[in-house]
């Protein structure tokens, strides 16, 4: 406070680039799509290349077709041992097999008919896998995502009270960690010196390396901020437990722990890789076990996919003479990609260039209320709207939604901060384009109004008989009769869920509170009192014939709530 630099105009200018460059697009853009498509739309630079990705994805999927290919495992016992241990055909002579369907699989088995299987090559050796660099903003909604399940709205909400202070006992409020929007993996010494110490009195000497761990920002790194971190590293999370509540608790142990593990040792295994030779055919087994477990010891990085746990090989040497148990062909097609989660797109945005990572939580929730994407378990897909919204965006702005070109963007907003261009000639320069596009968009779309399917119910109108829709007004969703103007008919819009309500017999419906939470509770009320924040099923309990309401979790499971049953049963 006492040695203030002067302000970097640079930044500045950058920073009021970037919030123009927003403004533009979203104040143009969203008037055009509510004309066009359905009032109360908005479009904007980074959401509506967002939701592309997810619409291009979609649309990968559907157009997949998938492949056959086989392949075939041999389990074989070992010189004198009674266990098989399995290993994968891999190649005939140097080239590696590739088996297309059954025929070319019958043929392969029948030329190993009789073979011997003969230990050709063992290499031994170990393998150091580092630990990761401390969460930045992304980082930390995609690792909250992988291991907490926690979306990025609420890991950000949770990261904020985390940030601001938490009254612990006897240390009164206190700010838990450092600022939780940034894109630098910076890390202060002082910080770096005590985790160090930390970690030494904790853990010893092995699990610390002889020298700090220094991690390199991106070149497009803001730096702004450090690397998110507990504010005192040597403040363990079940120390101050009972001060937290459970979301707390669970984003502090995961940030604490990814700080001190990215200044501990490596994480050490010793690798096994055996070549099998049977006639021309080499069939390979590999093993991994840890001999070290450094960082390991106290975390280790979420991943999108389960990785495939190997067993154990027996010991083996070159020469080896090995019984063949059987063969093994297995059929199977190729997979198409799949589907976004929050923790994928976020790293898509971030390996594209896309946005800001203190925006992605906003965005991401954006497109869901909006309802230009859904939700189905982790899973993103876009609605009918989304798609629409992005077939016209495709056809009249192709640029806003070229990934390409909105990383080009990012990359020139950059230079400004750097001081190597005019913030005004980049937005100039823009504008220029843009608003020859905009007009052209309009000129070519006037009068035309693109129609969404929208959802029949089975409620039937009293007025004329028709069935009734689902639409969408300013203040959310109602239901409305389709002959509008002639019958200007309407209802609230109530989802059901087809459970019957065990107080009056009425159907149980999702409700909202007025902080947005949701819970269920009887079409009837307020006749009828009946609330549950829990979901309800249409199961019956076995025991007592209440209902049974879904509780969600790593184990999702089913579970009577009626006074003294206490029936559980397992999805």
């Known amino acids: 406070m006492q040695n203030p630099r002067s302000i970097d105009i640079d930044l500045v200018n950058a920073q009021q680039a970037r919030r123009v460059l927003d403004r533009i697009v979203g104040y143009t853009l969203s008037p055009f799509l509510s004309q066009k498509i359905r009032r109360g739309l908005s479009g904007g630079r980074v959401q509506s290349v967002a939701v592309r990705l997810i619409v291009d994805r979609e649309n990968e999927i559907r157009q997949f077709n998938p492949e056959e290919y086989w392949s075939i495992e041999s389990l074989l016992y070992p010189k004198g041992g009674k266990t098989a241990f399995s290993a994968m055909l891999h190649s005939k002579g140097a080239e590696k097999i590739k088996i297309a369907n059954k025929q070319q699989a019958d043929t392969v088995l029948a030329e190993l008919e009789g073979c011997e299987y003969t230990v050709a090559k063992v290499k031994n050796g170990t393998k150091k896998i580092r630990s990761s660099a401390p969460f930045i903003t992304s980082t930390l909604q995609q690792d909250a995502s992988r ?277 005004v000639k980049v937005l100039s320069d823009f504008y220029g384009d843009y608003s020859k596009t905009l007009a052209a968009a309009k000129q070519e779309m006037e009068g035309q109004k693109i129609k969404l399917k929208e959802d029949e119910t089975d409620f039937v109108c009293e007025l004329c008989g028709r069935k009734m829709v689902v639409k969408t007004g300013r203040f959310g969703k109602f239901i409305a009769c389709p002959g509008y103007p002639e019958c200007k008919n309407i209802k609230k819009f109530e989802k059901g869920t087809g459970v019957t309500c065990p107080k009056c017999g009425g159907e149980i419906i999702e409700k909202k509170s007025k902080k947005g939470r949701i819970f269920y509770g009887c079409n009837k009320y307020p006749t009828c009192d009946f609330s549950s924040w829990t979901q309800p099923s249409k199961e019956k309990c076995p025991q007592c014939g209440g209902i049974l309401f879904v509780k969600k979790g790593k184990k999702p499971s089913l579970v009577c709530q009626a006074e003294g049953c206490g029936f559980i049963k397992q999805e």
């Not at 019984?323 to 971030?350: G, M, V």
């Not at 859904?374 to 899973?379: I, L």
Request: proline content about 4%.
């Open 147 to 423: 291991k907490l399940g926690f979306q990025s709205k609420r890991t950000m909400k949770v990261a904020q009270e985390l940030y601001e202070g938490i009254d612990i006992a006897d240390m009164g409020t206190t700010g838990l960690i450092t600022y939780m929007r940034t894109d630098s993996l910076r890390v202060s010494q002082t910080a770096i010196d005590e985790v160090r110490e930390f970690i030494l009195s904790k853990y010893g000497a092995d699990y610390l390396p002889k020298s700090p761990r220094i991690f390199k920002s991106k070149a497009s790194s803001q730096d702004g901020h450090e690397a998110i971190r507990p504010a005192m590293p040597s403040l363990e999370p079940d120390a101050i437990k009972s001060s937290l509540t459970s979301d707390q608790y669970k984003l502090y142990k995961l940030i604490w722990q990814r700080f001190a593990a990215s200044q501990m040792t490596e994480c050490v295994h010793n690798t096994t890789a055996v070549d099998i030779a049977a006639g021309d055919y080499i069939f390979k087994a590999n093993d991994s076990s840890v001999k070290f477990n450094g960082f390991t010891l106290i975390y280790t990085e979420g991943k999108d996919f389960e990785e495939e746990k190997t067993k154990a090989l027996p010991k083996l040497s070159e020469g080896d003479v090995l019984k063949l148990k059987e063969l093994l062909p297995k059929q199977h097609f190729t997979e198409p990609p799949a589907r976004f989660n929050e923790a994928s797109l976020i790293k898509a945005l971030e390996e594209y260039g896309i946005g800001r990572p203190s925006t992605y939580a906003a965005t991401i929730s954006t497109i869901l209320s909006r309802e230009y994407v859904k939700r189905e378990g982790k899973a993103l897909l876009p609605t009918e709207l989304g798609e629409a919204i992005t077939k016209l965006m495709k056809d009249h702005f192709e640029n806003i939604v070229n990934v390409k070109f909105t990383a080009k963007m990012e990359e020139e907003l950059d230079t400004i901060e750097k001081g190597e261009i005019e913030w």
